[in-house]
Every structure is written in C-alpha cells, then in structure tokens.
C-alpha cells in the first residue's frame, strides 16, 4: 500500500497547511508547474518526490524533471504529464500513445481546476489535482491525496483553502 499526495501548478508558493494535509502519504507526485526548484527542494525535504516539468518552468527544473512521467505504483502502471487534458479532449500530442498504451492512472495539471473522471472509453482513471500555488485565475487552491494498494486507487481525500489565506510571506517565500 502507497499513500499519495497529489498537486499541481504550485508556481513557486507552497501554503503551509499543505504539509499538514500530505503528513500521512509515503510520496508526493507533482504534475507541473513547480515554478522554482526550491518547491521541489521543499516538497523532497518532506517526502520522496516524483514530478514532471510544465509549461512555466525553467531550464533548471527541466533539467531535473521529465515531461513525461510513466511508471508503476503497485500494480497501477501511472502516467503524469503536466498538459494532457482530459477525457474527450486528451492533448492530441499525447492521444496516439493514450489510445494506444492507456495507463490505469492518468494525471495531468495545468487547467488549475480539480477533476476526477472515469474514461469508460480507455478504462482509465484521469486526475486533475486542480493548483496548489498563489497565482492563477483560480479562486481556490486544491490538492489530493489518496491511496494506491495492489491495483486499487482509492480514499481520494481533497485538500482545499481559499486563495485568500496565503499570507504575504507564503507568497514571497520561494521567490
């Protein structure tokens, strides 16, 4: 049994409630947009860390992470990227080797809105675990966890504040 904690488009702020909601997972897997290599310094510190580059990172967090992420959890083969879309409208970069190769577990961030979708089509589970960091469009910022044991996903938990909480020293903190 693996527990999970999942997020998303964090760009370079980290609200220390988070921590607090993520101390019971044995790993944390970030789908993108770290925003600065001292969120990843800070989430690795904590826990073993797993992650992929997005769309707002640098050479300097590209150069430690994929743009694609395949492995297994348990008996779940995992597939993050940063911008995958979702069912119905899969980033078509990405949709021959999905349609081909589809993984149990897809995740993807960058829309910064929270999703869980079935895909019946591809019998595969999609998630979306919303933004995690200060900037952005969204109004509130999310993360998951959940647990990963033989070839179950489940106890998906949602972590939530408004984005209002971050105080102004969360928000320079990674700057």
């Not at 395949?70 to 995958?84: A, K, L, M, P």
């Not at 647990?147 to 408004?162: P, T």
Request: aromatic share 12%; charged share 25%; proline share 5%.
């Amino acid at each position: 049994m693996k527990r999970i904690g999942l997020l998303s488009d964090t760009h370079g702020s980290l609200h220390d409630r988070l921590f607090s909601f993520f101390e019971p997972v044995d790993e944390i897997w970030h789908a993108g947009d770290f925003g600065c290599l001292e969120v990843a310094d800070r989430l690795t510190a904590f826990r073993p860390l797993r992650g992929v580059y997005g769309n707002i990172d640098g050479q300097d967090v590209r150069v430690d992470f994929p743009g694609h992420l395949r492995f297994f959890c348990e008996q779940v083969d995992v597939w993050i990227t940063h911008s995958g879309g979702y069912p119905g409208r899969y980033n078509r970069e990405i949709f021959p080797e999905l349609l081909a190769n589809p993984p149990k577990l897809f995740i993807s961030g960058h829309s910064h809105i929270l999703k869980v979708i079935y895909d019946k089509k591809l019998e595969l589970l999609h998630m979306n675990p919303g933004a995690a960091g200060y900037k952005g469009f969204h109004k509130v910022c999310t993360a998951m966890r959940f647990v990963v044991e033989g070839k179950n996903i489940k106890d998906l938990e949602i972590w939530e504040i408004d984005r209002d909480d971050f105080t102004k020293s969360e928000i320079n903190q990674l700057k």
